[in-house]
């Protein structure tokens, strides 16, 4: 099977025959990504997340005298928007990774625990990291897929940097989308053309297994971003066919090198790369829609609508007569009439609490207005009502956890190459400790009585009052420490006014008091 890297090769090495080279090749990829339909629901998905659907675009319509649909300017205009896709997102977020996820390595039977790896994982998966890590599950299930960017800072130390899945357009090796060939990133940047004036500039990075191509937009061609090949100059190691430098990955001391893999991590939110609003979009729509048009009701319905007889005018002055001044004209005997509006609240709640409910099945979300979720007690009752929220975080937890190892993969070869430590073949795994509403008696009565069958990780991960698992081990321990030593403490003071009673009790030349 050929693969997108072939494609590419072969794209490269016939380039001069075909008048298609790489750069021409990155272009089209560019267009075709931003045309896509994967590129417009990544922006709907971030537009719905901060809370910006189509409902926006809602008029209130009248149809005019020459038969067409016009703004009916003077007519209340309700656009209701509600935040379901960012508390849902949210949701899902705090669910998986409110509490710090656990990291430990996996010991064989006759192996025993590396205490300088567990100190350098301890300081990988800091706080800041808990932080990116719960900002690349927002981006996933908002845009379908997160993406960490690897890259070494000023100091020598490998860093992350979190990237939008609208600039990254990756180049798969597998229809399974789990091996990247090479991988694009396209942004904007403001530079200045004068002392007062910027303009936005798009540059694009090409990154694949050779090295790192550096690009910018000139009109509508790519040419190389000779400025940021000057700045990064000691990382050139020699030019492609088309003339363009081509950059190593990194540098340690004083060799370049490339990684073996492509440094860009992704994250799935669902093996399909499927945002949420791809799922609810529809729904969303409806539900504002519905609540805007019945808010316009209401507010029209005081008013009424004036009925006047005896006047004569054609039919589209009517129309406009209606949406303008809320007056209809007839053409009969003088009479005047007054119409109100009913409206059927009974049938709009029945309707709205179904779509609510579809809204949140489909998202798989915990609805928390809903009335079950006031009368949910038992740790049984509130389970399944979490059940459709946990498997979706679930299937969250099995991806990330497959990126998270892809990851490790360069931070271990970081460390062998910087401090001569191979962890290579260390197995390293993630628990992450969801968050439920739970009743907390029942579930701590539930724990006490496991702790003979439960290993002290799993209690403590399941427990409602710990956030943070490691950190709540290191203060038993501190605990038992001290405890212990409190015990030793009071053990030898025992012993020394032993000691010191056994003194008093004898006598100036050794006698024992009593003694003959």
């Excluded at 998270?404 to 400790?433: A, H, P, Q, R, S």
């Excluded at 439960?454 to 038993?476: A, F, G, M, Q, W």
Aim: charged share 35%; with cysteine.
């Amino acid at each position: 099977m050929i693969t997108e890297m072939d494609r590419i090769k072969m794209i490269i090495s016939e380039g001069a025959k075909k008048g298609l080279v790489l750069s021409k090749f990155i272009d089209t990829q560019i267009n075709e990504f931003k045309e896509s339909d994967t590129f417009k629901e990544m922006i709907e998905g971030s537009r719905y997340f901060k809370n910006d659907g189509d409902i926006k675009k809602k008029e209130r319509l009248f149809i005019n005298e020459k038969g067409q649909e016009e703004v009916a300017p003077h007519l209340k205009n309700y656009q209701l928007k509600h935040p379901i896709i960012y508390k849902m997102i949210n949701q899902k977020a705090g669910y998986l990774l409110r509490k710090k996820p656990t990291i430990k390595q996996v010991i064989g039977k006759d192996e025993k625990e590396d205490q300088d790896y567990k100190d350098i994982l301890k300081d990988i998966f800091n706080n800041k990291m808990h932080k990116r890590l719960k900002y690349t599950l927002i981006e996933a299930v908002k845009r379908g897929i997160g993406w960490w960017q690897l890259y070494i800072d000023e100091d020598g130390d490998l860093k992350v940097r979190l990237r939008y899945a609208t600039r990254i357009i990756p180049l798969w090796q597998d229809e399974e989308h789990e091996v990247l060939d090479a991988v694009i990133m396209t942004y904007e940047v403001e530079e200045y053309t004068s002392e007062y004036e910027k303009e936005k500039r798009t540059k694009v990075e090409y990154w694949d297994l050779d090295g790192v191509r550096y690009y910018i937009y000139d009109g509508s061609s790519l040419i190389e971003d000779v400025e940021e090949v000057e700045k990064r100059k000691d990382l050139v190691i020699g030019k492609d066919t088309e003339g363009i430098s081509i950059l190593a990955h990194f540098k340690f001391g004083d060799t370049l090198h490339n990684w073996k893999k492509i440094p860009f991590v992704y994250f799935k939110y669902n093996g399909d790369e499927m945002p949420l609003i791809h799922l609810l979009k529809t729904l969303v729509d409806c539900y504002d829609e519905l609540c805007s048009k019945t808010a316009d009701a209401i507010y029209d319905a005081p008013d009424g609508v004036n009925v006047v007889k005896n006047y004569q005018e054609e039919s589209g002055t009517f129309q406009r007569n209606l949406a303008t001044y809320n007056t209809v004209f007839l053409d009969s005997d003088g009479e005047y009439d007054r119409k109100n509006t009913e409206l059927n609240i009974e049938a709009f709640k029945s309707f709205i609490e179904q779509l609510r409910k579809d809204i949140y099945e489909g998202g798989s979300g915990v609805d928390t207005q809903s009335e079950k979720f006031g009368t949910q007690e038992s740790g049984v009752a509130l389970k399944q009502l979490y059940a459709d929220l946990d498997l979706d975080c679930s299937n969250i937890e099995t991806e990330f956890k497959s990126s998270l190892e892809y990851f490790m993969f360069f931070y271990d070869n970081w460390i062998e190459m910087t401090k001569g430590k191979d962890y290579t073949e260390k197995e390293v795994e993630f628990v992450f400790n969801k968050t439920m509403t739970v009743n907390e008696k029942e579930l701590i009565e539930t724990l006490v009585n496991s702790m003979d069958m439960l290993s002290l990780d799993t209690i403590l991960s399941r427990h409602p009052y710990v956030s943070n698992v490691e950190d709540e081990k290191e203060k038993i321990e501190k605990e038992k420490e001290e405890e212990t030593k409190k015990q030793e403490s009071e053990y030898d003071k025992m012993i020394k006014e032993l000691n010191n009673n056994k003194l008093t009790n004898t006598n100036k030349d050794g006698a024992k008091v009593g003694d003959e």
